[in-house]
């Protein structure tokens, strides 16, 4: 079970920050991912995490903003989000792979677990 929380309302160059709490099994060991999905578009990857840590991968349109971690002893994922747009509102979404890679994936096919979600809105 993955439940993803820490969404909000926020202005425009504000941030937030997104948690994804992993529960009934060990994630320790899985990529990890952020995805979203704003309202009449498909779900798009934004983030991956190797399961160490020591590797990420970010869309073009986060890199530099947005900032994704882990602490396995906590079996949780963040997204720290900076300088938010308006753009960015959307309903995020934490995932994980189940089969053992090493390196961090924006391929959404390959994630076999997901979280319910949790919205965020940017205002202008």
């Known amino acids: 079970q993955l439940q993803a929380s820490g969404g909000g309302l926020v202005q425009a160059g504000g941030s937030l920050r997104l948690s994804c709490a992993a529960s009934?099994?060990?994630?320790?060991?899985?990529?990890m991912g952020w995805f979203r999905q704003a309202p009449g578009k498909d779900r798009e990857f934004v983030a991956s995490i190797s399961w160490s840590g020591s590797s990420t991968y970010y869309a073009d349109s986060v890199k530099g903003r947005f900032t994704i971690s882990r602490d396995n002893t906590k079996n949780t994922v963040y997204l720290q989000m900076n300088s938010l747009k308006p753009e960015d509102t959307a309903v995020y979404y934490c995932?994980?792979?189940?089969?053992?890679?090493?390196?961090?994936?924006?391929?959404?096919?390959?994630?076999?677990?997901w979280g319910q979600g949790t919205l965020v809105t940017v205002s202008s």
């Open positions: 009934g099994r060990t994630f320790s060991s899985y990529v």
């Open positions: 995932a994980a792979v189940r089969q053992f890679t090493a390196q961090p994936t924006g391929n959404i096919g390959e994630y076999d677990y």
